[in-house]
């Protein structure tokens, strides 16, 4: 157990829904990463936070939106869902922005019907 | 291509050693990654490696870094069939803030 909490574990939706995933870092880590895992595309890096504030992008969306709240946990927003966004969703954790241990959740696998 | 290369497939018996491969191609890499994959389960982080290091050694695992060819590799000593898995080899670059770069990851069958 990395101590990185994810919710829902499964979600099962519609297209051109909007859904939400949360996580919950590690105690005391202040940094959040949200990772995409595809069979297409294979394991991508979406975005990070640190300390509330976004850090980083990398391969998201404009459809996709993440914050990260006072309390550290985040939340990962997609929206008019399609098909091809059905995949596994990870968020990692660290405990400060240069770590360089990344501890991974358990992934929500998002299915889009 | 792929920033990271892996091959895909590696099959090996119980007992014997494993080795994964990985190659890369940003000599900035910082830190070089090995994750662990079981089947519906999320990333168990293996161990890591500097990019000034050679060797590093943890337990069973040994990773050897050849920065010179970007040539990083895992060994499992004495496979057992609980390291059946993906294992996933991951790139922190500098200056890329902390994104990890990860390869497509090789599936390790272990059998008896």
């Known amino acids: 157990d990395s101590g990185v909490t994810q919710t829902p574990k499964h979600l099962i939706t519609a297209t051109g829904q909007r859904v939400t995933l949360r996580c919950s870092p590690r105690?005391?880590?202040?940094?959040v990463y949200w990772y995409q895992q595809s069979l297409d595309q294979g394991l991508q890096f979406l975005i990070q936070?640190?300390?509330?504030?976004?850090?980083a992008k990398g391969n998201i969306l404009e459809r996709f939106s993440a914050q990260q709240f006072p309390d550290l946990h985040s939340e990962l927003n997609l929206s008019s869902l399609e098909l091809g966004d059905s995949a596994l969703y990870f968020c990692?954790?660290?405990?400060?922005?240069?770590?360089?241990?990344?501890?991974f959740g358990p992934g929500t696998r998002l299915t889009v019907t | 291509g792929e920033d990271v290369e892996q091959s895909l497939f590696l099959s090996v018996r119980e007992g014997d050693s494993s080795v994964i491969n990985c190659t890369y191609t940003?000599?900035?890499?910082?830190?070089l990654y090995w994750y662990k994959q079981e089947p519906g389960a999320g990333l168990q982080l293996l161990t890591y490696?500097?990019?000034?290091?050679d060797m590093k050694q943890d337990q069973r695992l040994t990773v050897l870094l050849n920065k010179k060819d970007k040539h990083l590799s895992l060994r499992i000593a004495d496979t057992q069939t609980g390291d059946s898995a993906i294992y996933f080899c991951?790139?922190?670059?500098?200056?890329?803030?902390?994104?990890?770069?990860f390869g497509a990851g090789t599936r390790l069958a272990v059998h008896p």
């Open positions: 990692a954790s660290s405990d400060r922005e240069g770590n360089y241990e990344q501890y």
């Open positions: 105690s005391g880590d202040l940094s």
């Open positions: 936070y640190y300390n509330g504030e976004e850090r």
């Open positions: 940003d000599s900035s890499s910082t830190y």
């Open positions: 490696i500097f990019s000034n290091m």
């Open positions: 991951a790139e922190k670059r500098a200056g890329g803030y902390n994104k990890l770069i």
